[in-house]
Each structure stands twice: as C-alpha cells, then as structure tokens.
C-alpha cells in the first residue's frame, strides 16, 4: 500500500532523491565508492557542497547580492546559540517575536548573551496566531522571528520593516513559498522538512553583518570560520549534504520556489476547506496565521477519535497525530507531499462524516 507520509520532520521526501541517494551509498559518481565512506576534500564531494551553495543562492534570488551560504551541523537548535553569539554586541540587546517553541528557545538562549526583549508573545493562547501591532526598538542589534511554527500550525504572512538586521528561522518553511529574501539578513533552517534528510543545517547570512560584536567567538561557533573554510571548517555532514543537493535540483526541476508554492496552495486550501466545511473538525490556529506547511486540527468531538484513527491508518496515512502540546492532529505538507496524498485525507474525513 502506498503511505502518505505527513510526518513534521524528519519527513518526505521526493521518490527520485531517494533513488538516486540509495545508488549513491552503493556507487557515488561509479567512483566504486559509497558516497558514505568518500573524503569531504575529494574533488566529487567538493562539486557537491559548491553546487549546492549555488543552488540555494539561485532558488532563493540572492545571487550577488553579498550573501553566503553555509551547511552545518548542530540542527537549527545550535543557531540558537550562534545567532546571538555573532550579531548581539558586548553590552548589547536583541528583540524576538515569541510565536511558538522553537521560538522560545531562541530566546533562550539569546539570554546569555546579553538583553534580550520579547517584542510579543502569542504564549498566553498557546500560540494559536501570530502577534501583531509590536513594537521592535531601533537599538537592538538585530530582530529574530520564526516563519513557521511547525507544533502550533501557524505561518507570519509578512514581515516587519526594520532598520536592524533581520534573522528568521525558516527551518519548516523554506523552498516553500516567494519571499523577497533580500530583506533578510540571516536565515537558518533544519534540512529535515524541505530540503533533505536530518544531520545538515543551513545558514544564509549577509556578510556585511558580521564582525561587529566586540567579542571573541569560539572557532566553530564563528560564521566568519565557517565561511572562510567554505563550510569545511571541520568534516560536514556529507550525505544529508549529497540529500538536499539532490532536493534543491529536483525543486529547480519543477520550476522552482513559485511553482512549488502553487503546488503547496493548492494542498493547503483543499484541506483547509474540508475542516471548515467538516461539522466533525475543527483548525487549531486563527484562519489568518494558519500555516501551509503544517496544519493542526481537532476533533469536535474525542469520542470518534478511535474510529478516526483506524480509518486513517487504514488509508495508508502515517504521521498524522498532533504534537502534545496541541493535541488532535497535524498534517505536515512540505513541498515533496503530493496533492494526491491530500486528497486521501480529505475523502478520510468526509468517510467519517457519512459513517456517523
């Protein structure tokens, strides 16, 4: 049977990147060698980190426009650390819009480097939205949001116009949708939602804002090293690279960040329609900030949840519960998800209406 893998992260990805991975850890390049075991200085892997690099410049329209692109270890939850360890001063500050959990750990960790102000909170109402009409001061060092919230299912559908350098985390977002990511000045994201499998994390980060802290930074933890070594300061992670190389040309492939956002549209409408429609659901998140990429929904009713959940188990659906802090369900629909697979879903739940 076919799965329909709705997982939030590690999560789908498309048939052919795991087809040409799996030839890849057999005979990477017929150099008779698995891409596993080869050296990160070979000439093929070095192709491989260059090419990728450009890519995400290319995919994202930053092409000459004084950015860097780095692969990294440490998950987007070690550019928690390294985002203020590189841009807040010594004595400086740093704003945050705390819009879900990875957001407050962020600023966590911001904390031990110096102010750090929580320009709004959508905590109170368990990140249901994303806070509006905040205010960010003009002093601090930079401004640091999360696109998309992939426990609570909600998505910024703008950004704020700052004088300050911008930083987002776009770990569940990114590849998905146009934005004008000029106007972001640091972007970091986990590969394990739409670009390739856990163990690599991207940083794109404008050279220009670097070097201003006043402060010694650690040699790993110093984007400057990263960039100077051309993100082969220490071993990178080889594969989850070779992965989401094979992930950005597939994207390329299909025409790129606006023919996969109407792809992603197209989804997010036909399951959104059906819990609005459905007397049986109900969407988690506010109508305005409700996320594409990660749709949270409960049941009206946790009586039928048993008979739910066999159905779509039965379906061949994986993935779908919610996380515990919201409960319900969670339909994580990044790029490589098919419309097909939505659909699925969707006949699912008009299935329970009619059974009951």
Not at 41 to 53: H, I, Q, T, W, Y
Not at 78 to 106: I, R
Not at 184 to 189: E, G, H, K, N, S
Not at 251 to 272: P, Q, R, T, V
């Amino acid at each position: 049977m076919k799965k329909h893998n709705y997982s939030a992260g590690p999560c789908i990805l498309p048939q052919e990147v795991f087809e040409k991975s799996a030839q890849a850890i057999l005979d990477f390049n017929n150099s008779g060698l698995s891409i596993l075991e080869i050296s990160h200085r070979s000439k093929d892997f070095v192709a491989v980190m260059e090419e990728a690099r450009a890519l995400v410049l290319e995919l994202l329209n930053l092409e000459g426009k004084g950015y860097e692109v780095l692969f990294l270890g440490g998950g987007a939850s070690l550019e928690f650390l390294m985002v203020p360890y590189n841009l807040m001063k010594v004595d400086g500050k740093a704003a945050y819009l705390d819009t879900g959990t990875w957001a407050s750990g962020a600023i966590k960790e911001a904390k031990h480097f110096g102010e750090t102000v929580v320009v709004a909170s959508s905590k109170p109402e368990n990140y249901n939205h994303i806070p509006k009409g905040y205010t960010i001061p003009s002093d601090a060092d930079y401004f640091h949001c999360t696109s998309n919230n992939t426990i609570f299912g909600t998505q910024m559908k703008s950004f704020p116009e700052v004088n300050i350098p911008l930083v987002c985390d776009m770990s569940s977002d990114i590849f998905s949708r146009v934005l004008d990511f000029s106007k972001f000045d640091l972007i970091y994201a986990g590969a394990q939602k739409n670009m390739g499998p856990a163990g690599a994390t991207l940083v794109v980060v404008k050279k220009e804002i670097l070097g201003k802290t006043g402060r010694t930074i650690p040699s790993m933890l110093d984007y400057q090293q990263h960039i100077d070594k051309e993100s082969m300061y220490n071993t990178p992670p080889v594969f989850p690279i070779y992965a989401s190389l094979l992930t950005l040309q597939w994207l390329k492939k299909l025409g790129g960040i606006a023919a996969i956002e109407k792809i992603n549209e197209a989804k997010a409408n036909l399951l959104y329609t059906e819990i609005d429609r459905n007397p049986l659901f109900k969407g988690a998140a506010v109508k305005e900030d409700r996320s594409n990429m990660n749709v949270t929904f409960l049941l009206n009713d946790e009586a039928h949840q048993e008979k739910f959940d066999a159905m779509w188990k039965a379906a061949g659906i994986s993935g779908l519960p919610g996380h515990r802090s919201v409960g319900g369900y969670r339909a994580s629909m990044y790029n490589a998800l098919p419309l097909e697979s939505v659909q699925v879903l969707v006949d699912v739940m008009q299935e329970l209406e009619n059974k009951l």
